[in-house]
């Protein structure tokens, strides 16, 4: 099962040739792919050579290729981490039993909302970044957009795959709805939130890799502990492309943070106005950008109180972050202490009391709570990159409760301490916090391609090393004669 078939027309590792009827399922869903990507893929560079990395082994130096290739060519293929001998169930009621081979029928509408779900965010994150090529800032980034692109396409192939081979015909219905629906469509949205919010800056992109990427790798991480044993070897090894997803997010944000750093050290001065006409992007203006991400991606966790949750953990379908790290792994007993707002007259912060909550209930909250310290480890990392530079200003994480639209919390209002305030209150003051009209068109008029050999725009600083031992200065995206300049308006050249 280990074994990779890198000819095959789909490449996979899950012996799909020894299931004909199966591999005309998924050979017959593989042109609506390529209809979906030619369309909601990245505009205007598909008939370049992109410098890409592709799945060959799922061990450990799986991710050793790299080569220049067009993206419609990408080797998307169909990889699980290999079967783990003897695996038991690791949470839930079912606890220490045989983990599933096959779904038992009983949670299979509930296994199939979780796996379409998750499906649905991978083609969605690809529509969202859809245009963002066009305004990259140097072709290192050009090159990482489309990585991250590329391994959304792979992650869609993946729960395609789970659909298929588990749920027949529904299966393969909902694989096709996931070619149908669009981000940001009226008629046929994505299915959460986030997912149909436009990215339509790289300052948005690189939060968006950062903060809702990282939601990602939460929830996969939730189902990498599930009963059903393929989906939990499917989710392992998307984590490992999830990883490169984060790392494109993060330093993308410490590159900005630095270059605004390295201007007001430059300039001798804090002033906002006077680091935008340098051309680079003022701390305060990126810390709105960081709230608003970050609340919008806090709300992917669903509500803090949650039956469903607790019925996905009772029967074993999702675990917790790192369910091994607890001791108790049916969690029958015990609470989980929540702040709830207080009733009161009119939603508009009423104080906070304390609630105790069935620990199955808050089962959300509790993977929440892993994905909000893991956030903190990257602000701290960013302010790491003030320290260097000896500026006195520090980014924060705003609390989880600040500018919620799922759960408890939404309708009241609260500062970015967590604070209750008034409805007055926010609206006095949400401009400071949360990107005004202003801030977007500013940090767009930035946004223009810089694709030359080692040029860089001037609201970024450069990283500090290249892909798989390149410089930066490198040819990661090779043009195309023909296309070189449509929709672009630079021609790449030697320079730097
Ligand atoms: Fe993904
Ligand atoms: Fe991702």
Redesign the pocket.
């Known amino acids: 099962m280990g074994n990779v078939d890198l000819n095959a027309r789909i490449p996979n590792n899950v012996g799909l040739k020894e299931d004909r009827r199966l591999q005309r399922a998924l050979e017959a869903w593989q042109p609506g792919f390529i209809d979906w990507w030619m369309e909601m893929g990245p505009e205007g560079f598909q008939a370049d050579q992109i410098y890409l990395r592709t799945a060959v082994d799922v061990g450990r130096d799986g991710w050793a290729h790299f080569e220049h290739v067009k993206m419609p060519d990408y080797r998307w293929g169909i990889f699980m981490s290999p079967m783990e001998d003897g695996r038991v169930i690791p949470c839930g009621d079912f606890f220490g039993q045989p983990a599933w081979q096959q779904v038992p029928g009983e949670y299979r509408n509930m296994l199939r909302r979780i796996i379409v779900t998750q499906a649905d965010t991978?083609p969605a994150s690809v529509e969202q970044q859809r245009l963002l090529g066009q305004t990259a800032p140097s072709l290192y980034d050009l090159r990482n957009l489309f990585q991250v692109n590329v391994e959304?396409g792979r992650?869609l192939w993946a729960m395609v795959y789970l659909l298929h081979t588990l749920f027949g015909r529904d299966g393969r219905e909902e694989a096709e709805d996931l070619l149908r629906r669009r981000s940001g469509n009226e008629d046929s949205p994505r299915i959460l939130g986030t997912f149909n919010e436009p990215v339509e800056d790289w300052l948005s992109f690189f939060m968006f890799t950062t903060f809702t990427d990282r939601d990602?790798k939460f929830q996969l991480l939730s189902l990498a502990e599930s009963a059903l044993d393929q989906l939990s070897r499917t989710t392992r090894f998307?984590l490992t492309e999830?990883a490169h997803h984060m790392f494109v997010g993060e330093t993308g944000v410490g590159r900005v943070i630095e270059r605004a750093g390295e201007v007001m050290n430059e300039l001798g001065t804090e002033d906002p106005d006077k680091i935008r006409a340098h051309g680079a992007i003022d701390l305060p203006t990126i810390q709105k950008w960081l709230n608003r991400w970050f609340s919008s991606s806090v709300n992917l966790f669903g509500g803090e109180q949650s039956s469903n949750a607790a019925n996905y953990f009772a029967a074993g379908l999702k675990g917790r972050y790192k369910e091994e790290k607890y001791e108790d792994h049916v969690a029958l007993e015990g609470a989980y202490e929540m702040q709830v707002p207080g009733s009161g007259s009119g939603g508009s912060g009423k104080g906070l009391i304390t609630e105790q909550v069935p620990m199955r209930n808050a089962m959300n909250e509790v993977l929440r709570d892993g994905y909000v310290q893991d956030c903190e480890f990257v602000v701290g990392r960013w302010n790491r990159t003030l320290e260097k530079l000896e500026r006195p200003e520090r980014m924060y994480l705003p609390n989880r409760r600040f500018n919620r639209e799922i759960g408890i919390y939404t309708g009241h209002h609260f500062d970015p301490e967590g604070n209750p305030i008034s409805h007055e209150e926010w609206e006095a003051k949400k401009g400071q916090w949360l990107p005004s009209a202003e801030d977007l068109e500013f940090v767009k008029s930035l946004m223009k391609p810089c694709l030359g050999h080692g040029q860089i725009a001037s609201w970024i600083a450069p990283p500090k090393k290249g892909i798989n031992g390149n410089p930066f200065a490198w040819e990661y995206v090779r043009f195309d004669k023909a296309s070189v300049g449509v929709g672009l308006g630079a021609e790449p050249s030697l320079t730097g």
């Open positions: 991978e959304e992650h990602g998307m999830e």
